[in-house]
């Protein structure tokens, strides 16, 4: 059991690190679209050999989760798909133009909102339209992330056929009482079913994403999930902490901080999830994450070849990583852009033969450095640089070095096994950015 004095001590509000610098760091003053363009045309030229990361982000939910910080459009008007897709299908069009021929699909993930929202024929419309042909290579690593309240049989096949052999289902927690006040609603028979024909089919990964510090989530009542969990074996847990930021999502306004667990509470749910996972056999893939021996992500762990980046934790690594569709983030390397964050702007844009950019970030020799070390650590759980560790990032380190959730030998900045649940303090002893100009408001969640 961890030391609740010392998860109180680190508890603070910290980034997770699917990028640095973080979004709200940006220099979106230096920052332009031509800019944009030319890096990630020079950054294709020297990688066009080992191919791109595409997400593409599908919004639209047919109802609000309460707890969700996704960027979502809720409704039940279906008639928003095509419209949609030939969007996407334009700003996708943009790019192969923009890199001069179709660049190779190394990995592809749709997230959303809820990518089952979309029929599976438009879907298959969609996808067959990107890959140039009837499916993505068989090298190519493609994911999709279901509800399972509106995955169907065709849903799993039709992609499935296209070259889809991972999928993520959004489970949060079975506690009825945590269901209503999240307004997310499954049980664990609809899992089963869903995760069954998933591997009859022939899905080779599946994922269950857990949340714990849900409102009225209670310590038997996360056990109760686990439990039901493992014993569906699925190949990879994210065991998120609950980010309460009411302030960016008016949604989780349906509940006060009065109903979140807090302090000892929420640090008990995560010591008992986490100790449930690992006596079961799941083994801890940098941070939030838990994937069995046999799951191609702990192999990567275990290989060094582990990679984090803004669809998280992945076993591909391209230098490229284009997103399509509203708020969806790309990363050429040396550049970050973001889409317009409304559907009708990103539509706007697209419409008038614009990429849909409306921010972005140049990154400087310095950031690419400090952006290598934390993914160093995010990924291997340590980091060596040229000579001895930066004084001022050993200053910050300090603290974690007295409560030995570091081991620093000149050069070398190693996590222990004690300090993988605090990866986020430690990668914020590196992110000169944030100690450069320290929030006035609260910008992250929390780190535990």
Not at 118 to 144: H, M, P, W
Not at 239 to 268: C, L, M
Not at 324 to 352: M, R
Request: one cysteine or more; aromatic letters at 10%.
């Amino acid at each position: 059991m961890a030391s609740i004095k010392l998860l109180k001590k680190y508890n603070i509000a910290a980034p997770r690190y699917t990028s640095y610098p973080t979004v709200p760091y940006w220099d979106n003053e230096q920052f332009s679209i031509n800019q944009w363009k030319q890096r990630l045309v020079t950054a294709y030229r020297l990688h066009q050999s080992e191919g791109i990361s595409l997400y593409i982000h599908l919004p639209f939910c047919e109802s609000l989760c309460t707890y969700c910080g996704c960027n979502t459009r809720i409704t039940k008007n279906h008639a928003v798909e095509i419209p949609y897709i030939s969007v996407l299908l334009k700003e996708w069009q943009m790019y192969v133009e923009l890199l001069g021929e179709q660049p190779k699909i190394k990995e592809i993930h749709l997230g959303g909102g809820t990518p089952t929202f979309f029929s599976a024929a438009n879907l298959k419309q969609l996808l067959q339209s990107i890959a140039g042909a009837e499916r993505f290579d068989e090298d190519a690593t493609c994911s999709f992330e279901g509800h399972p309240d509106n995955t169907t049989i065709e849903h799993l096949q039709v992609l499935y056929q296209l070259g889809f052999k991972r999928l993520s289902l959004g489970i949060q927690d079975f506690d009825l009482q945590v269901q209503f006040m999240i307004n997310r609603y499954q049980t664990p028979q609809q899992v089963k079913a869903i995760t069954d024909l998933a591997r009859s089919i022939g899905y080779q990964s599946i994922n269950y994403d857990l949340i714990y510090g849900l409102p009225g989530q209670q310590e038997e009542g996360l056990k109760n999930t686990i439990k039901e969990v493992i014993a569906l074996q699925p190949d990879r847990i994210a065991f998120y902490s609950y980010a309460h930021v009411p302030w960016i999502k008016a949604g989780q306004r349906h509940f006060t901080e009065n109903d979140i667990p807090q302090g000892d509470e929420k640090f008990a749910l995560y010591e008992i999830g986490r100790e449930l996972l690992v006596a079961a056999g799941y083994q801890e893939i940098g941070m939030d994450h838990f994937a069995l021996k046999t799951d191609s992500l702990y192999i990567a762990s275990e290989e060094g070849k582990l990679h984090r980046n803004f669809m998280g934790y992945t076993d591909q690594h391209t230098p490229i990583l284009l997103g399509l569709g509203v708020s969806s983030i790309s990363d050429c390397g040396t550049a970050f852009a973001q889409n317009a964050k409304t559907v009708e702007e990103y539509k706007q844009v697209i419409a008038s033969n614009e990429l849909a950019v409306q921010k972005g970030h140049l990154l400087s020799l310095e950031d690419l450095y400090l952006r290598q070390h934390i993914t160093n650590l995010m990924c291997r759980n340590q980091t060596v640089f040229d000579e001895d560790v930066d004084p001022s990032v050993l200053s910050r380190l300090q603290p974690m070095i007295d409560d030995e959730l570091v081991n620093v030998n000149a050069a070398k900045v190693i996590i222990t096994p004690k300090g993988k649940s605090y990866l986020r303090n430690v990668c914020m002893a590196f992110d000169n950015r944030l100690w450069q100009r320290q929030p006035k408001t609260q910008l992250f969640s929390a780190a535990i």
